[in-house]
């Protein structure tokens, strides 16, 4: 072994380390014919590689002028050291000779398990080990009172007949163990049974209640048709499809027939009750009519605006202009959604030509506000009293331009017939080419032409922006 690796309390002196290895010598032997001192194992490696010289003065060596220097060794065990394990917490220090000593009684010190477990630990923990985690150590059982190691004590535990335990089932009962087998198959009210019916497995004391609901409980058919094998499950299909004495409803109830027979009276009953069943059926068909007319107009009410402005877009405008400009009469009218000047207020709807009407036709985009038919209109003023604006919106990019919207604002005329309160009913929309101005409501035929629309971006991803705004005055009521 090479120069000791100690903690010594002062630092040794120079003459006492091996110039080899460059630590304080261990078992020190000196060169006769030089002076010169190694570490035994030092000096023995050194030379084992052929050179027979003096690593300090590279003279030739002999081994016969070798030999220990018992004076310098005694002089290093003299030295104070503290112990190897004082970085662990053991506080001693005393002479290097000493070490061995103390290392024998040291609690920070390596030891093997003196039950020869294989295992190495602290003896300071070898008390709490020889008591607790041996594998090798003697116990008996609390339940049968035999001894074991440690190893087989640990396996013995979960196994040992004569303990008690709780049942697997969670029952409660707490039984040794061995007789927990005949417990848990005949007495536990926790084990598990198979249904006589359905073969599926309950809880001993649940499968009273199963029974009860059993699917593939045996039943008999109400109307003592005979059925073989009818279970619950089935019944139910059985009443309904199968079973020839079964009461049925008409299969026209839906529409109103009230008759009720048996299965096999059915076909004759539809085939007396035709011209019944048939105006039954009109009539559902026109209650239905009226329901969806309803719905849609439900509808319409809750996606329209209700705070007096109407933002519509017309897509795919270049077909839809093309589509116009083909008709033989040269007009195609484009309906919004309709809308609410406020809430509670006038129900409104603009229209557009896309190829102009009347003095704007082939040239100019028109557009026409109306008012429809309202949930409010008993409420309302009338004739329809507010300031009106149309706007077609530019959508060219702020940050590069200023956009310039296309705007005209008018006041209705309390004399114009369009603003008078609208009939129930009426649609007031344009069909086959009618151009009455009470249908068409009021606008601007003119509103802007074909050629303006092009010089900047009106139209922009093949769509155009509308924008109806209605100035509602708020007035202060007393």
């Known amino acids: 072994m090479p120069g000791l690796d100690l903690k010594f309390l002062d630092r040794p002196r120079r003459r006492f380390y091996c110039p080899l290895c460059n630590k304080p010598m261990r078992e020190p032997v000196q060169v006769s014919t030089c002076g010169h001192r190694f570490c035994d194992t030092c000096l023995q490696e050194y030379l084992s590689e052929g050179v027979f010289k003096c690593p300090e003065d590279h003279l030739p060596l002999d081994y016969a002028k070798i030999f220990p220097d018992m004076e310098l060794e005694q002089q290093i065990l003299s030295l104070p050291i503290r112990c190897i394990h004082s970085e662990e917490g053991c506080r001693w220090a005393a002479q290097n000779k000493l070490l061995q000593a103390h290392l024998s009684v040291c609690e920070f010190n390596v030891v093997p398990c003196p039950n020869r477990c294989s295992l190495k630990l602290l003896r300071r923990e070898l008390p709490e080990h020889l008591q607790h985690d041996c ?95 009818l279970t619950r499950e089935s019944f139910m299909a059985h ?178 017939k369009n603003f008078q309160r609208p009939q129930p009913g009426a649609l007031g929309s344009v069909r086959g080419g009618c151009l009455d101005e009470s249908m068409l409501g009021f606008g601007y035929p003119k509103f802007i032409s074909h050629e303006e629309m092009k010089k900047r971006n009106y139209i922009r991803d093949n769509a155009i922006f509308i924008k109806a705004t209605i100035d509602v005055v708020r007035k202060i009521m007393n």
Not at 265 to 294: D, I, K, P, Y
């Open 135 to 229: 594998a090798k150590r003697k116990l008996h059982c609390d339940h049968c009172t035999e001894e074991f190691t440690g190893e087989a004590y640990e396996s013995h535990q979960d196994a040992c007949p004569e303990e008690s335990v709780y049942c697997e089932n969670k029952c409660g009962a707490r039984v040794v163990r061995r007789l927990l087998t005949q417990h848990s198959v005949s007495e536990c009210p926790k084990r598990k049974l198979p249904c006589r019916y359905c073969r599926k497995e309950f809880l001993y004391d649940t499968i009273q209640n199963h029974q009860q609901q059993c699917p593939q409980f045996p039943v008999q058919c109400p109307s003592r048709c005979g059925t073989p094998g």
């Open 239 to 416: 009443v309904k499809e199968g079973c020839s004495g079964a009461m049925v409803i008409c299969p026209f109830k839906e529409a109103g027939c009230k008759h009720k027979c048996p299965k096999t009276a059915v076909a004759r009953h539809l085939e007396e009750a035709t011209h019944t069943h048939l105006s039954l059926l009109c009539g559902l068909v026109n209650r239905q009519r009226l329901e969806l007319r309803e719905l849609r107009r439900g509808v319409e009410e809750l996606s329209g605006s209700r705070d007096g402005t109407l933002l519509w877009k017309l897509t795919n405008y270049s077909q839809r202009l093309q589509e116009t400009k083909s008709k033989t009469d040269g007009s195609l009218e484009l309906f919004s959604p309709p809308f609410y000047s406020h809430n509670y207020g006038y129900r409104l709807q603009l229209s557009a030509f896309l190829n102009g009407n009347g003095s704007g036709e082939g040239s100019y985009l028109s557009i026409y506000i109306r008012v429809l038919p309202g949930e409010y209109d008993g409420l309302l003023e009338w004739p329809f009293p507010y300031r009106v604006a149309f706007s077609l919106l530019d959508q060219s990019d702020p940050a590069l331009t200023k956009p310039q919207h296309i705007t005209e604002t008018f006041s209705p005329d309390p004399n114009w």
